[in-house]
């Protein structure tokens, strides 16, 4: 009589209770940083907003935009005349939300001793906080380009709501292709461990197969 082996496939219990434990701890921290998004999001608007104000001043000519941080929104005006500005757009304060599950999926992320999971989920912050600013900085040129307010390349003009819709593609993406970047390594480490373990756990039973 054969005696069944532990379970080797993608439902096995080293695999379930890795995945339960990282969607766990990702839901607790998540609802726990989305509390207080609220009281964060003002100061990270800013800070989005007062590093984008040269990128404006840098990729304009002549500077047209004006950006004011209002709370934890940013609205955007457009110099229409001497001394005058009239709005344009803006943004609400889920703009930059995705911080918070990037935060969520660093501090879910199994096998990271804490200084590795500090030190990648700060790397992780910066970027995507840059991948912010850029994203304020180009859909509002694309924009200008769209509405023709802002001369362009015929090209660019032709394929301005192509390049939209990839901006928002990367800023949509940003906060989960930066977190597999910075964790593929240990995921990978993880992974081979878990392996490791089911094989040395299936080896007594292969021996009580073979003799039987």
């Known amino acids: 009589m054969r005696r069944r082996g532990p379970e080797t496939g993608p439902t096995a219990p080293?695999?379930?209770?890795?995945?339960?434990?990282?969607?766990?701890?990702?839901?607790?921290?998540?609802?726990?940083?989305?509390?207080?998004?609220?009281?964060?999001?003002?100061?990270?608007?800013?800070?989005?907003?007062?590093?984008?104000?040269?990128?404006?001043?840098?990729?304009?000519?002549?500077?047209?935009?004006?950006?004011?941080?209002?709370?934890?929104?940013?609205?955007?005006?457009?110099?229409?005349?001497?001394?005058?500005?009239?709005?344009?757009?803006?943004?609400?304060?889920?703009?930059?939300?995705?911080?918070?599950?990037?935060?969520?999926?660093?501090?879910a992320t199994p096998g990271l001793e804490w200084r590795q999971r500090v030190s990648r989920l700060a790397l992780g912050a910066a970027a995507l906080f840059?991948?912010?600013?850029?994203?304020?900085?180009?859909?509002?040129?694309?924009?200008?380009?769209?509405?023709?307010?802002?001369?362009?390349?015929?090209?660019?003009?032709?394929t301005v709501d192509g390049w939209q819709i990839g901006v928002r593609t990367v800023w949509e993406a940003a906060p989960v292709a930066i977190w597999i970047v910075l964790t593929f390594g240990q995921w990978k480490r993880v992974l081979q461990h878990e392996r490791r373990e089911r094989r040395q756990g299936r080896q007594p039973t292969d021996a009580v197969e073979a003799s039987s």
Do not use: C
């Open 14 to 107: 080293g695999w379930t209770k890795l995945l339960v434990r990282f969607v766990a701890v990702f839901l607790i921290v998540m609802g726990l940083l989305a509390g207080i998004w609220s009281f964060v999001a003002p100061g990270y608007t800013a800070a989005v907003a007062g590093l984008a104000r040269p990128l404006f001043r840098g990729v304009e000519r002549p500077n047209v935009s004006v950006l004011e941080a209002r709370g934890a929104e940013v609205w955007i005006y457009r110099i229409v005349g001497p001394g005058e500005v009239a709005p344009f757009t803006w943004f609400d304060r889920y703009t930059f939300f995705a911080v918070i599950p990037l935060l969520a999926l660093f501090a």
């Open 130 to 158: 840059l991948v912010h600013v850029g994203y304020l900085v180009a859909s509002i040129q694309l924009s200008y380009v769209a509405l023709g307010l802002a001369g362009g390349t015929s090209w660019l003009v032709r």
